[in-house]
């Protein structure tokens, strides 16, 4: 067995997992795979960013697992913005690629560039992320030119959903995997250094990732990518309902909260919340006014 070794604590650029896939042609060891997952705040990301990952990906998903909404269509290029400054603000080591939401990027060229810019500019993404293959050709070329890098999306694409008829598998027959080859090759001949592979056969994904020179990012395209991608909430158990097949479980986070917050109220309901060692006390009337106001123990904590 293996052992791959911990993750560095270098800053994660664009150039180099751009040398990862050069490094990685021909070879198996999974210390060149390249791990991405969602995040939407501040104590999330610097989490994530602290376990190691590679990429954080400020995702429009937000839409439904932050926002409540049933697709990722509502989310605004505001709270996308917002968000986007709360992770860059909690991380360090991963490479921070903001997703651009639907509309602002479907219209204007120019404005969808400006929109881009902002990303960069005010949030302090280190790229953007862009659904479409064939069709966004232009917008990414345009926005390398600008020098805001680009990660395609190809496949199920969410925010063409109504187009897609729903969230289907793409890919399925030898037209449709076809045209998903073009789009990759598209996003690739365009200018982006990496491109998601979504909900498609793990044949058609192993192909794209053999042909393309940029890193393929999976999520329900099997394990023959460069790296894989996964929400979050999937991950960690705080989405409600139904899972994708591909969303592998790895702690049940949401069972533990609600456990923790029904003890509380329980404490609360009893009588025993707060006990009188978290309480203040009136004898201590040596301390001035404002070290009342902001006590310390020991150890300096509050």
């Known amino acids: 067995m293996?052992?791959?070794?911990?993750?560095?604590?270098?800053?994660?650029?664009?150039?180099?997992?751009?040398?990862?896939?050069?490094?990685?042609?021909?070879?198996?060891?999974?210390?060149?795979?390249?791990?991405?997952?969602?995040?939407?705040?501040?104590?999330?990301?610097?989490?994530?960013?602290?376990?190691?990952?590679?990429?954080?990906?400020?995702?429009?998903?937000?839409?439904?697992?932050?926002?409540?909404?049933?697709?990722?269509?509502?989310?605004?290029?505001?709270?996308?913005?917002?968000?986007?400054?709360?992770?860059?603000?909690?991380?360090?080591?991963?490479?921070?690629?903001?997703?651009?939401?639907y509309g602002s990027y479907h219209g204007d060229l120019g404005e969808s560039v400006r929109n881009a810019v902002r990303f960069v500019k005010e949030a302090g993404a280190e790229a953007v992320k862009i659904e479409g293959g064939e069709r966004r050709l232009e917008l990414i070329a345009k926005l390398t030119e600008a020098e805001i890098p680009v990660m395609g999306h190809v496949g199920l694409t969410p925010q063409s959903v109504n187009a897609l008829g729903g969230f289907r598998v793409q890919g399925k027959t030898v037209d449709a995997a076809e045209q998903v080859l073009r789009d990759a090759r598209a996003v690739e001949a365009a200018g982006a250094f990496a491109v998601v592979l979504e909900a498609m056969p793990r044949e058609l994904a192993?192909?794209?990732?053999?042909?393309?020179?940029?890193?393929?990012?999976?999520?329900?395209?099997?394990?023959?990518?460069?790296?894989?991608?996964?929400?979050?909430?999937?991950?960690?158990?705080?989405?409600?309902?139904?899972?994708?097949?591909?969303?592998?479980?790895?702690?049940?986070?949401?069972?533990?909260?609600?456990?923790?917050?029904?003890?509380?109220?329980?404490?609360?309901?009893?009588?025993?919340?707060?006990?009188?060692?978290?309480?203040?006390?009136?004898?201590?009337m040596e301390k001035t006014m404002e070290q009342e106001e902001a006590p310390v123990n020991k150890d300096g904590d509050w």
Request: proline content about 6%; overall charge neutral; hydrophobic content about 40%.
């Open 2 to 101: 293996s052992v791959v070794p911990n993750p560095g604590s270098g800053k994660i650029t664009v150039p180099e997992l751009l040398q990862r896939k050069s490094a990685a042609a021909g070879s198996t060891f999974n210390s060149q795979k390249i791990t991405c997952l969602t995040a939407y705040d501040y104590p999330t990301a610097r989490l994530l960013d602290e376990a190691g990952v590679d990429l954080l990906l400020v995702g429009d998903s937000l839409s439904m697992v932050m926002l409540g909404y049933e697709s990722t269509l509502p989310v605004t290029l505001e709270e996308m913005l917002l968000l986007t400054r709360a992770v860059k603000r909690g991380v360090k080591r991963a490479l921070v690629v903001a997703d651009m939401p």
């Open 206 to 284: 192993a192909q794209i990732t053999r042909e393309l020179k940029i890193p393929t990012i999976g999520i329900g395209a099997g394990p023959d990518c460069d790296g894989q991608i996964l929400v979050l909430h999937d991950l960690v158990g705080l989405t409600f309902g139904k899972t994708p097949k591909f969303a592998r479980r790895y702690a049940d986070v949401g069972r533990v909260i609600a456990k923790a917050v029904r003890e509380y109220c329980e404490d609360v309901r009893g009588g025993t919340f707060p006990s009188d060692g978290e309480s203040y006390h009136a004898g201590q």
